[in-house]
């Protein structure tokens, strides 16, 4: 089993800042990407942030020059900080691991963690 674990959602009024934290723990190989998604209501799926092994990362344009990603590899945590928060950013958040189990590499998720920004 896998488990990805995350904290940090909430509600902040707009402008100010939250930081989301996504460990995984379980029986698995090892971890290569790890990332963030969200999803606000009525709203697709977006990509928000992702991260390689070596640290290299990818934002969506609506949070870049916002939000940060970054990963702690001992701990297998995943961490997004978010500035400047918009109540556009309203969304469940989910985390992500590419991770190799067993024979094969595949994507696990969190169950979401809600971030609500009031105008």
């Known amino acids: 089993q896998v488990q990805l674990e995350e904290s940090g959602g909430g509600l902040v009024q707009a402008g100010g800042s939250l930081r989301l934290a996504c460990t995984t723990s379980g029986r698995f190989i090892s971890i290569n990407a790890m990332g963030w998604y969200r999803q606000a209501p009525g709203k697709q799926r977006e990509l928000v942030a992702v991260?390689?092994?070596?640290?290299?990362?990818n934002l969506s344009d609506s949070v870049k020059g916002r939000f940060t990603i970054s990963r702690d590899n001992a701990k297998n945590t995943v961490f997004l900080q978010m500035n400047s928060l918009t109540p556009e950013d309203t969304a469940v958040y989910h985390c992500y691991a590419h991770l190799y189990r067993r024979t094969a590499w595949a994507d696990y998720w969190g169950q979401g963690t809600q971030v609500t920004v009031s105008s």
């Open positions: 991260i390689s092994t070596g640290g290299t990362t």
